[in-house]
């Protein structure tokens, strides 16, 4: 059984408790570790810094100083600790700040608990999870298709270069089943070189 050690922001005492038991109580292949409950992001960073834990659940709202804050300050002192952001928010402005920060993942407050697990296991198996189908509601007001999670994977990954087979380990999925999914990508944006797709992603929102 993985084991992870994980540090857990909130400003509501009642929701950092209330994570701790769900995580130590779950019953999955992870046996979780809850190393600090805090309640600011000041208390948060300086946790991560101290602990060095293998996750950091973290609000994205907090006085003095927020989730935003907290993620770009550990990137830009090259943190290594995975990051999910938790909100009571689905904006799609918001999903893309917390990505754009350096957050792994962005997972709803609402969501339930075999949910919540799964974005977990997710970004340990090196997959960002952001809430595709907000992201997919908000880009469909431009474009009159959506992708799934795994295409969005597939596509930021390519976006920085990775080949067909460097991306198959990593998503745990054959060569053949990435170009497969490649192929699908260059259906959907009605491109047939990669330099185009990835242009018109960018240019629709799909990545940054």
């Not at 007001?141 to 087979?165: H, I, W, Y």
């Not at 260059?186 to 929102?205: P, W, Y």
């Amino acid at each position: 059984m993985k084991k992870l050690s994980v540090v857990i922001v909130d400003d509501q005492v009642l929701m950092t408790e209330a994570l701790k038991v769900l995580l130590e109580s779950s019953h999955t292949r992870i046996e979780f570790e809850v190393l600090a409950t805090l309640n600011s992001g000041i208390e948060g960073l300086e946790a991560v810094h101290h602990h060095k834990p293998d996750l950091l659940l973290v609000d994205l709202r907090m006085p003095e100083m927020d989730g935003i804050e907290v993620i770009t300050r550990l990137r830009a002192s090259h943190d290594s600790t995975k990051i999910i952001v938790l909100s009571a928010f689905d904006q799609f402005d918001q999903i893309e700040s917390a990505r754009n920060a350096g957050a792994n993942g962005y997972i709803l407050k609402l969501a339930n608990q075999d949910s919540f697990i799964d974005t977990i296991e997710r970004v340990f198996e090196c997959e960002e999870q952001f809430v595709a189908e907000i992201l997919n509601s908000q880009i469909s007001q431009q474009v009159d298709f959506t992708l799934s999670e795994r295409e969005l994977q597939v596509l930021k990954m390519l976006s920085q270069g990775f080949t067909n087979a460097e991306m198959a380990t990593p998503l745990n999925l054959s060569v053949r089943t990435v170009e497969k999914y490649r192929a699908t990508l260059n259906d959907k944006f009605e491109t047939r070189s990669l330099s185009l797709m990835v242009k018109k992603a960018r240019e629709l929102g799909f990545i940054a």
